[in-house]
């Protein structure tokens, strides 16, 4: 009986196959991309849960904030001309990818910089993606408006202006109340600390516009340059 139970304790448990660790996967992801829907509705406890207790993934605010570039993209392709003034022959869509996209990561970035100086708790996983999570009502309601635009007339107008403030207005406070969660901030210090985010921001943009002025010149002076070289060879 002794050997038995003794062969028994030393089975190895077993192998998780690869079909086995994908279908975990994207179940964890599932469910965390449906958790957003909780994270809206109960935000001072769903940012809390998104952070401390791992409910939410990298792959899902990645999808979230793709799905926010895109009904950027197709608000300003198909909403009806009556309520926004976007000529589509003249639009780049990568043009307004970047405008949305790179601001959105120099503000993370610079709310996780500021954390040195503020005592903050959250890394800047946790800052991409309670930002990512904040913009949920922002696709949520958009895109139906961009149906709804096509539908009604212009007198009708204030229905979709109304929906429309509700989706930034609640965006806005989901990214408050996030950043609150993800550092264990009161109100009022979260208020100095987004202040101090933004001046951070700023700062970096100088930054990075003065590198690539003086990467242009840089460039610039290599090729006239080489191009002297050249001509004065040949």
């Known amino acids: 009986m002794s050997t038995i139970t003794s062969r028994k304790q030393s089975d190895p448990a077993p192998a998780v196959t690869r079909s086995q660790r994908i279908k975990a996967g994207w179940s964890r992801y599932i469910a965390s991309l449906k958790y957003s829907l909780h994270v ?34 197709l608000k300003l392709l198909y909403t009806d001309f009556q309520f926004i003034n976007s000529p589509i022959q003249y639009i780049d869509v990568f043009e307004q990818v970047a405008s949305l996209l790179l601001p959105f990561l120099i503000l993370c970035i610079a709310n996780w910089a500021g954390t040195t100086l503020f005592d903050g708790k959250g890394r800047f996983k946790d800052i991409y993606m309670a930002m990512c999570y904040a913009l949920v009502p922002y696709i949520l309601l958009q895109l ?19 929906l429309m403030g509700i989706s930034v207005i609640w965006c806005v406070f989901l990214a408050f109340v996030g950043l609150m969660e993800v550092h264990d901030y009161g109100p009022l210090k979260t208020i100095i600390f987004l202040f101090a985010t933004v001046f951070g921001a700023c700062v970096i943009i100088f930054l990075l516009l003065i590198f690539f002025s003086l990467l242009s010149d840089a460039a610039g002076y290599i090729v006239s340059f080489v191009r002297e070289i050249v001509f004065r060879l040949y």
């Open 40 to 73: 809206i509705t109960h935000p001072f406890d769903g940012f809390w849960d998104l952070v401390h207790e791992n409910r939410g993934s990298l792959a899902a605010a990645n999808t979230i904030l793709v799905l926010f570039l895109m009904t950027r993209i």
């Open 144 to 162: 139906p408006l961009i149906l709804v635009s096509n539908i009604i007339t212009f007198d009708e107008a204030s229905f979709y202006n109304v």
